[in-house]
């Protein structure tokens, strides 16, 4: 156990990890939705102010999608302690006062895979420090759980050994539901359909590439648009383009890959002809070797439907993804 004396102005925290050892005996698997925080917090610490405090650290704002969405929704459970039935839950948040202020985070105790945080303070005051103080942190950790989560069912039943991957170099879990739409030598396209005439889409192509050149927004828009155009068709002869009007331009950022870094690309995307579209995401791995772009990209069809936990199901597919001839961390 590591243990760590934080310092604020008017009081002290003090914040310690779990030891992440292995369980002596086999807990239950996590019970809960992906996106669904329970918060175990007593009436008058609630009604106090803490419930302010909670909203403001969980209320993030899910990038890229319109109308906007939060990235969690949390249920608030009456209680100081962890009953026999939360105990199965996989995203827990404990809030307590005491003579003291802490910030816990224990990982698997009751139930596995599951996060939970333990907050106590002396004042209410404490207590939103804290929650403002760790909530990136806290955000963050709920999001890969939930992310963790998805590729373990993921990983039960997928495509990765189909043939069109295969021959693209390219590992990537796509889960047994989805329906192989394209198989083309550099464009692999996989769907599947839900309700209401959505469907969720998977999406592999490749792009020639120089190692001199850069990989920014504006390029990458342009590689993308010439990629996907040639394949994804609505009625009309309408065709599918990356919307890049002002205040719509995509997110770019580099992200850690194992060893690797790579971009990642949120946006939405349109039809040129038509009035329909909806978020995407996308990782573009350069591959030297070949001299080649590699991009794995989901988008979503889900006209007056949320959105926000199709985008997370689809993130878990796409984080599956490694070139077969690299080694990755």
Not at 90 to 112: D, G
């Given at each position: 156990?590591?243990?760590?004396?934080?310092?604020?102005?008017?009081?002290?925290?003090?914040?310690?990890?779990?030891?992440?050892?292995?369980?002596?005996?086999?807990?239950?698997?996590?019970?809960?939705?992906?996106?669904?925080?329970?918060?175990?917090?007593?009436?008058?610490?609630?009604?106090?102010?803490?419930?302010?405090?909670?909203?403001?650290?969980?209320?993030?704002?899910?990038?890229?999608?319109?109308?906007?969405?939060?990235?969690?929704?949390?249920?608030?459970?009456?209680?100081?302690?962890?009953?026999?039935?939360?105990?199965?839950?996989?995203?827990?948040?404990?809030?307590?006062?005491?003579?003291?202020?802490?910030?816990?985070?224990?990982?698997?105790?009751?139930?596995?895979?599951?996060?939970?945080?333990?907050?106590?303070?002396?004042?209410?005051?404490?207590?939103?420090?804290?929650?403002?103080?760790?909530?990136?942190?806290?955000?963050?950790?709920?999001?890969?759980?939930?992310?963790?989560?998805?590729?373990?069912?993921?990983?039960?039943?997928?495509?990765?050994?189909?043939?069109?991957?295969?021959?693209?170099?390219?590992?990537?879990?796509?889960?047994?539901?989805?329906?192989?739409?394209?198989?083309?030598?550099?464009?692999q396209w996989f769907r599947k359909n839900i309700l209401k005439g959505s469907s969720?889409?998977?999406?592999?192509?490749?792009?020639?590439?120089?190692?001199?050149?850069?990989?920014?927004?504006?390029?990458?828009?342009?590689?993308?648009?010439?990629?996907?155009?040639?394949?994804?068709?609505?009625?009309?002869?309408?065709?599918?383009?990356?919307?890049?009007?002002?205040?719509?331009?995509?997110?770019?950022?580099?992200?850690?890959?194992?060893?690797?870094?790579?971009?990642?690309?949120?946006?939405?995307?349109?039809?040129?002809?038509?009035?329909?579209?909806?978020?995407?995401?996308?990782?573009?791995?350069?591959?030297?070797?070949?001299?080649?772009?590699?991009?794995?990209?989901?988008?979503?069809?889900?006209?007056?439907?949320?959105?926000?936990?199709?985008?997370?199901?689809?993130?878990?597919?796409?984080?599956?993804?490694?070139?077969?001839?690299?080694?990755?961390?």
């Amino acid at each position: 156990m590591r243990f760590f004396l934080y310092r604020f102005s008017i009081f002290s925290i003090v914040l310690f990890t779990a030891c992440k050892t292995k369980p002596k005996e086999v807990h239950p698997r996590a019970t809960g939705a992906i996106d669904e925080v329970l918060v175990v917090c007593g009436d008058t610490l609630w009604n106090a102010g803490v419930n302010e405090g909670v909203r403001k650290a969980l209320d993030k704002e899910f990038p890229m999608l319109f109308p906007e969405e939060s990235v969690f929704s949390f249920v608030r459970v009456k209680g100081r302690g962890v009953t026999e039935l939360l105990k199965r839950s996989r995203n827990l948040l404990m809030i307590r006062k005491a003579n003291r202020n802490s910030f816990e985070s224990v990982q698997n105790k009751y139930a596995q895979p599951q996060d939970m945080f333990v907050i106590t303070g002396k004042t209410i005051a404490d207590i939103d420090a804290i929650l403002s103080e760790f909530k990136d942190s806290i955000v963050h950790s709920y999001y890969q759980s939930d992310l963790v989560y998805l590729q373990s069912q993921i990983k039960r039943a997928n495509q990765s050994d189909d043939v069109g991957l295969k021959e693209m170099g390219v590992y990537l879990e796509v889960p047994d539901d989805y329906m192989h739409v394209v198989n083309a030598r550099a464009f692999q396209w996989f769907r599947k359909n839900i309700l209401k005439g959505s469907s969720y889409n998977v999406i592999v192509y490749e792009s020639p590439w120089d190692a001199h050149r850069r990989i920014d927004a504006n390029t990458m828009v342009k590689l993308r648009d010439s990629c996907v155009s040639r394949f994804v068709e609505g009625d009309a002869g309408s065709r599918m383009i990356t919307e890049d009007r002002a205040g719509l331009h995509p997110e770019v950022k580099t992200v850690r890959w194992g060893k690797r870094s790579l971009a990642q690309m949120r946006g939405l995307w349109k039809m040129d002809k038509a009035f329909f579209g909806g978020p995407f995401l996308s990782y573009w791995c350069a591959d030297e070797a070949h001299k080649r772009l590699v991009t794995v990209e989901g988008f979503l069809f889900a006209p007056n439907e949320e959105k926000r936990n199709m985008m997370i199901q689809l993130e878990a597919i796409l984080k599956t993804f490694h070139l077969e001839s690299q080694t990755e961390g």
